[in-house]
């Protein structure tokens, strides 16, 4: 059974610093672009960074130049690195595997329970 699960949040002072870890099975890791999403009350799940099989990335503009997302294909697992955080960091951050088609369009796509970041002013 394909699975998700991401571990690391928590409670961080504006400033400061967390690496979120999403731990893969039952998927062919390699082959699938990972990403990093996040929700915050009211708002609507956003991409915060990706990360193809390839190992190219992209970022929110939110987020350039603090983050980072890198992955693991030995271990199975896709981090995000987070310096600088904001209160605006605040929410639910999602681990998300997929892949597209060559029209573009996703498949096998799974996602993570999501690990809480709070970061306090």
């Known amino acids: 059974q394909e699975q998700l699960v991401e571990s690391g949040g928590g409670l961080v002072q504006a400033g400061g610093s967390l690496r979120l870890s999403c731990a893969a099975s039952g998927i062919i890791f390699d082959i699938m672009s990972m990403g990093w999403y996040r929700q915050a009350p009211g708002k609507q799940r956003e991409l915060v960074a990706g990360i193809t099989s390839g190992g190219v990335t992209n970022y929110a503009d939110s987020v350039k130049g603090r983050f980072t997302i890198s992955r693991d294909n030995a271990e199975n697992t896709v981090y995000l690195q987070m310096e600088s955080l904001k209160p605006e960091d605040t929410a639910v951050y999602y681990c998300?595997?997929?892949?597209?088609?060559?029209?573009?369009?996703?498949?096998?796509?799974?996602w993570g329970q999501g690990t809480p970041v709070t970061v306090s002013s």
């Open positions: 998300n595997a997929h892949r597209t088609s060559r029209g573009g369009i996703r498949y096998l796509e799974v």
